[in-house]
Structure formats: structure tokens, C-alpha cells
């Protein structure tokens, strides 16, 4: 049996809720109103007709992101026009309207039953261990992902800026994806092939084939048979062997270099590149028939400078992954507002970088502080006097404003990066982080011990 929330809100009365509420039960869907915002899981919005307080009502428990919401309309003729795309924007994952009660109350169940389970993988230590971040935009990311892994075998293509991570979500994609007797991820770098030896890299070649071909030898596409090959950069990737690598893909066969035989192969695809595209196809440089075919599903990963919310959090992963002659306890205040103040070109693979330099030149137990940081690096940090609230912090505000965030919930998301960075300042400790923070230490426990609540309710099976 599902445990989800509702919320109701209809101009008429409540007899038409009720009966979709019935209907539901009996699909194996258990729900529980709610009156308030503080509520884990995603979960329902039944309303007759949108109205900007039911728009409202669904960015405040949406919580900028973090509970999917389905808008469950009492009659179709609610959602009519541009009224389903008005409740997307404001945050909605879903909008359905409800007919027969039956078919009706299984496409609901099957929504949320799938929902529920993304998100149950999504806070597995599979996932929370190697993509570090609790962002709306990092997790709207790696919950298509997730889906996209478990539940599909669709290709993948995963676009991003240089830095952002795209290999660790392909390898994710990869480790998460069902299928039965799955094989190895072969991962092929399409920068770095040689244009002679691009045949052999994907095809193999047989001996002889070429100079120096002394053995027969199994190309990439070979090794990725019943499992998946990952070709990163592949807008990099010639015309001729663009064209080389679509024939495969469409018939599943394939010939090494010098050879006669057809061989057969089946895989799955997941390409990376930090191009764009959609305009290398315009230009010319990228076959369309490719394209269309490797962007099955399309996972975009936002920069690091759309994420401030992680960095704290990025910091403190990459504090406990550094090895033993580096280690520091935490980070001192000024130098992580200096962290989180810079800006990186290479998003999280430079903060990656930055950070390790640090600790090569610190030493002690105590917390990274100001003289760790490189000298050709204190160039371009801020001015003490530099008020807190600078340019990158209204840009946070902007983005989410511009998202639809509440107020409430933009203090709410700035109050818990708050308490990570006091806390990982303070090396765990609570009564430090709260004299910094200016609230008492029950107060502080009592807010860590609700998120953690929060988190648990997420993790927890939805079946009895």
C-alpha cells in the first residue's frame, strides 16, 4: 500500500475529493491530507478548476523542487487550453484530469508508485555517495537519470559545460540500468582517437589488417556487447566516422578492419559533449540522422554557478574523499566565503582542483585556512569589506524569484546552507555553529533533527 499526501483545493465542496480519495484506496493508494508544507514524498493536488490560488498552492508544496506533485483535476474540462502547461510552470511534475474511476485511479497509482521509487533510488547511497547535491536543478537532473536508467534502455545523450560531471552520471546510468546478465561500460574518448586509427578503436582489426596489426584485436563496440559504450565528447567525432558509427547503431552489426565477417552487437549508447549540438547540426558538422538517433533521452547538467546551494556541500564530500597526508577538519569561515563567492570556469572539477591544492599545502589538524590558499589565487579574492550580500547572492535570489519559489521557501533553502557551512566551519561541532549562527543549540538540533526526519520519510519503502 502507497502513502501519499493530498491537498484539496476546490471551489465546490468536498464530495468529489472524497470519491477520488475511495477510488484510490482501492488502487492501493493510502493518503493522508496535509495543512501544512512540511510533508516528505511526493503527493497530490485535487482542484476543479486553476485559479491562482491553486497555483500557489502547488509552488508552496512543491518546496522549489523537492516533492513531485500530481495536479488531479475533478473534470477535463479544467485543464483545457494552456491550463495544464500553467501548472508545470508552477511547479507541478503532472497534471491529469479524472474520469472513470477505475483507469483513472491506476494511472494515478502508477504515477506516484514510479515517483516514489525514483526517489527512493535517488537517496541510496549509490546515488548520495557519487553525485553530491541537494539543488532543485541537481535533482530534477538526476531524477530523469535515475528514471531514465531503471526503467528504459533508451540512448542517452548527456550534454553539459566541461566539469559538470557528465562521465559520473553515465557511469550512474550504467549501474543503475536493469537489464538482465548487463556486461561491462566500455568508455571511449572521441578526443583523443587518432583519425588513422579511429577503425580499429570502434571496429577492431583483424592481423594484418594495417602496419603493426601483429594480432587480431576487439574494437569498442565489440567489448560493449550486452552492456553499454560510453563515447564521451563525441561531438568531436568526424563525418566519416559519424556516418560509420549510425550504420551500427541502426543495424546492430558491424566489420573489424580487414575483415570479411559481419559481427553482431547490442548495446547501450550514452554519448557525452560539452558542444552544442543542435547548432552543429545547423552548421553542418553534426549528421542530423545521428543526432536523432544518439538523443533518445537528452540529460543536461547545470554548471556549477546554477548550484550554489552544493558547494558546501561538494566541499565537505571532497574534505572526506582526500587522502590520509591531507586531511583537514573543515574549512575556516573566510575561506569558504571565498569558495563560495569564486567563480569556476571548470565548475566542479576546478573547485575540485582549488580545494586539493589547498590541502597540499596545509598542514595540522586543525581547519583549512586563509594561508592555504595559493598565492596567485588570493589575487582574485574578495575585499574584507565586501558586503555578504553581493552580486552572486541576488543572482541565487533572482533565479529562484524567477522560478516561482516562495518566500518561505527561499528562507528556508538559505537557513539549511547556512547551518551546513556553520556546521562543516565548526568540524561538527554543534554549540560553535550555533553561537556563529546566533540561535541557541536546541535550536539548532532541534532543526537538524527535522531535516533528518524529512530524509528518513524519503528513504522509506512505500509498500506495507
Keep these: 500500500m502507497m502513502r501519499v499526501w493530498y491537498h484539496s483545493v476546490l471551489a465546490s465542496d468536498d464530495r468529489a475529493s472524497d470519491a477520488i480519495l475511495r477510488s484510490l484506496l482501492e488502487a492501493g493508494v493510502q493518503t493522508t491530507a496535509i495543512d501544512s508544507q512540511d510533508v516528505a514524498g511526493p503527493g497530490l493536488i485535487i482542484f476543479d478548476r486553476v485559479t491562482a490560488h491553486v497555483c500557489d498552492s502547488v509552488r508552496a508544496v512543491t518546496a522549489g523542487g523537492d516533492r513531485r506533485v500530481l495536479a488531479l483535476s475533478?473534470?477535463?474540462?479544467?485543464?483545457?487550453g494552456d491550463q495544464s502547461w500553467r501548472l508545470l510552470q508552477a511547479g507541478a511534475s503532472d497534471a491529469l484530469s479524472w474520469s472513470d474511476p477505475v483507469p483513472s485511479a491506476r494511472v494515478v497509482a502508477a504515477r506516484l508508485e514510479r515517483w516514489i521509487e525514483v526517489d527512493r533510488i535517488l537517496l541510496s547511497p549509490a546515488v548520495q555517495d557519487q553525485l553530491v547535491g541537494h539543488s532543485p536543478c541537481w535533482i530534477a537532473t538526476l531524477r530523469q537519470a535515475v528514471e531514465v536508467a531503471c526503467f528504459t534502455d533508451a540512448p542517452v545523450l548527456i550534454t553539459g559545460e566541461s566539469g559538470t560531471g557528465k562521465e559520473l552520471v553515465a557511469r550512474l546510468i550504467h549501474s543503475l540500468d536493469r537489464r538482465?546478465?548487463?556486461?561491462?561500460?566500455?568508455?571511449?574518448?572521441?578526443?583523443?582517437?587518432?583519425?588513422?586509427?579511429?577503425?580499429?578503436?570502434?571496429?577492431?582489426?583483424?592481423?594484418?589488417?594495417?602496419?603493426?596489426?601483429?594480432?587480431?584485436?576487439?574494437?569498442?563496440f565489440a567489448l560493449a556487447d550486452g552492456g553499454t559504450l560510453f563515447l564521451d565528447e563525441v561531438g568531436e567525432l568526424s563525418l566519416e566516422m559519424q556516418m560509420q558509427l549510425l550504420r551500427v547503431v541502426q543495424e546492430h552489426t558491424y566489420k573489424r578492419v580487414g575483415g570479411n565477417n559481419w559481427k553482431s552487437t547490442r548495446f547501450r549508447l550514452i554519448c557525452a559533449t560539452n558542444r552544442d549540438l543542435d547548432a552543429e547540426v545547423e552548421a553542418g558538422r553534426f549528421r542530423a540522422d545521428l543526432y536523432f538517433r544518439i538523443a533518445g533521452v537528452r540529460c543536461h547538467l547545470p554548471p556549477l554557478r546554477d548550484r550554489g546551494p552544493d558547494i558546501p556541500e561538494l566541499i565537505e564530500h571532497f574534505l572526506r574523499a582526500a587522502p590520509g597526508g591531507c586531511a583537514a577538519a573543515g574549512v575556516d569561515e573566510p575561506v569558504m566565503r571565498w569558495l563560495?563567492?569564486?567563480?569556476?570556469?571548470?565548475?566542479?572539477r576546478e573547485l575540485r582542483l582549488v580545494l586539493t591544492r589547498m590541502l597540499y599545502r596545509h598542514t595540522g589538524p586543525g581547519p583549512v585556512s586563509v594561508g592555504d590558499v595559493p598565492e596567485e589565487e588570493r589575487q582574485a579574492a574578495p575585499d574584507v569589506s565586501t558586503a555578504w550580500d553581493d552580486a552572486g547572492f541576488v543572482s541565487a535570489i533572482s533565479r529562484a524569484v524567477s522560478a516561482g519559489v516562495r518566500l518561505k521557501e527561499i528562507g528556508h533553502a538559505a537557513e539549511d546552507v547556512a547551518e551546513r557551512i556553520a556546521l562543516l566551519q565548526a568540524n561538527g561541532n554543534i554549540h560553535q555553529a550555533a553561537a556563529q549562527l546566533g540561535v541557541t543549540d536546541r535550536a539548532l538540533q532541534l532543526r537538524r533533527a527535522a531535516r533528518r526526519d524529512r530524509l528518513v520519510a524519503l528513504r522509506s519503502a512505500p509498500a506495507d
Design 180 to 220: 538482465p546478465a548487463k556486461r561491462q561500460l566500455v568508455v571511449l574518448d572521441c578526443s583523443t582517437i587518432v583519425a588513422q586509427l579511429s577503425g580499429s578503436e570502434f571496429f577492431g582489426h583483424e592481423r594484418g589488417a594495417f602496419t603493426g596489426a601483429v594480432a587480431p584485436r576487439d574494437g569498442a
Design 74 to 80: 475533478t473534470s477535463g474540462a479544467a485543464l483545457a
Design 340 to 348: 563560495i563567492n569564486r567563480q569556476y570556469r571548470g565548475n566542479i
